[in-house]
């Protein structure tokens, strides 16, 4: 296994990316990553929430890692610090791979970057389908910076390259780049494969905010505010297919409330859609969604049930509510996503009619990206700056030989 260590300047700190080139026990290249991380973790400190903000460092230990084969699924883990890690897995169909689980475990005992916390333990957090799927033999690039939040944490990525399952160690100059990097004038960027390559979640306009309450009686005990965009994948002879569908604003809402548990239901012409609000100590969040999803494939209703109880989103403390209004994704399933916009809950302790305080999330924080955007912009400047006094020395130089 090989680690190599690149440099960008994020913000007024150095922010390490990491390379990676897995190698199998013949000595060849199986699967290749580069990627630079930044996670933004909440945590209980003394007397108050606390955020640890923290880069994945060039410098990670690569054991446990896969190079994967018929039984086993290819696996990057990249260990770093006291205890943390950082692992992507991977599977493949006809003619593609796709990254399935996104793995961070950390570690609150390390005081360095979670000083004071007062519960000293291993945390893990899991998102599901992560990447959309990409044609094998091909490498994906994502340049963009891209937030991801599940639970209390939030991971920036940025110039990201991936490629598992590579053939005779050698990785492809073909590209796959994210829908964030292309532009919206020009054509998904598509590459040669033996098999058609999957069919990317068409484009579709941002769905409509719904507002939506569930009563007790004639009062509301919960009050719900928010778009949804559903992205079911789904198979169709050798191509990865995506169902999207923004949810009706004025869906059929049912639900209950209780002290420690609260459900909404959602119901349009497509899909039924249940959220279910958990309490731990002072704190809600939501913990499952089930959803039941239908449609029409080639003349033939094709229904999709995913379920998920493992979830950890849209924290806030009782007696307030939880604000969002950038786009967020909820990771159900390996084949549903709901992206979600300009969220307003509060499942309890809901007093008259109206939302109480917010709290907002992490998102809504535009100093997460800002230094990112501005550190990519000052490497550039700094690469310009390099090459140019090397020109100017070659040129230097070849004049003294003349002389």
Request: charged share 15%; hydrophobic share 40%.
């Amino acid at each position: 296994m090989i680690l190599n260590s690149g440099h960008i300047f994020l913000g007024f700190s150095l922010s390490e990316a990491v390379t990676i080139e897995l190698r199998d026990t013949s000595g060849q290249v199986c699967l290749y990553a580069a990627l630079s991380v930044n996670f933004t973790v909440r945590y209980e400190g003394i007397e108050t929430m606390v955020n640890a903000s923290f880069q994945l460092p060039s410098e990670v230990s690569t054991n446990g890692s896969l190079c994967g084969d018929d039984k086993t699924a290819p696996l990057i883990n990249m260990t770093f610090g006291t205890g943390h890690s950082l692992s992507l897995n991977f599977s493949h169909s006809t003619g593609t791979f796709r990254g399935d689980f996104l793995t961070l475990t950390y570690n609150t005992s390390d005081s360095t970057l979670f000083p004071g916390a007062q519960n000293a333990s291993v945390q893990h957090v899991t998102i599901h389908a992560l990447m959309m799927p990409v044609p094998l033999n091909t490498l994906y690039t994502c340049k963009s910076a891209e937030a991801v939040a599940e639970g209390l944490v939030t991971m920036v990525f940025w110039n990201v390259s991936i490629q598992a399952f590579v053939k005779n160690g050698t990785i492809s100059t073909n590209e796959t780049s994210c829908k964030e990097d292309q532009p919206t004038t020009v054509a998904p960027v598509t590459t040669q494969s033996p098999t058609k390559p999957p069919t990317t979640p068409p484009p579709l306009e941002k769905p409509t905010v719904g507002n939506y309450s569930v009563k007790n009686g004639s009062d509301s005990c919960l009050l719900a505010n928010f778009g949804l965009q559903l992205n079911q994948s789904f198979e169709e002879g050798n191509q990865t297919k995506f169902f999207v569908h923004n949810i009706d604003p004025h869906s059929n809402a049912t639900g209950q409330c209780g002290k420690h548990d609260a459900t909404l239901v959602l119901k349009d012409s497509v899909a039924i859609i249940q959220f279910h609000f958990r309490v731990d100590n002072s704190k809600f969040f939501l913990n499952e969604v089930k959803a039941n999803v239908s449609f029409v494939v080639n003349g033939t209703e094709s229904v999709h049930a995913d379920t998920n109880g493992n979830l950890s989103y849209w924290h806030a403390s009782l007696g307030s509510s939880y604000l969002c209004n950038k786009e967020q994704r909820l990771s159900v399933s390996v084949n549903l996503t709901i992206n979600t916009f300009n969220v307003w809950v509060q499942p309890f302790q809901l007093k008259g009619e109206n939302f109480s305080k917010a709290e907002q999330c992490f998102l809504d924080d535009d100093g997460i990206l800002i230094p990112i955007v501005v550190g990519a912009a000052l490497a550039g400047l700094i690469v310009i700056v390099v090459i140019a006094y090397v020109i100017g020395r070659r040129k230097s130089y070849a004049g003294y030989q003349t002389l």
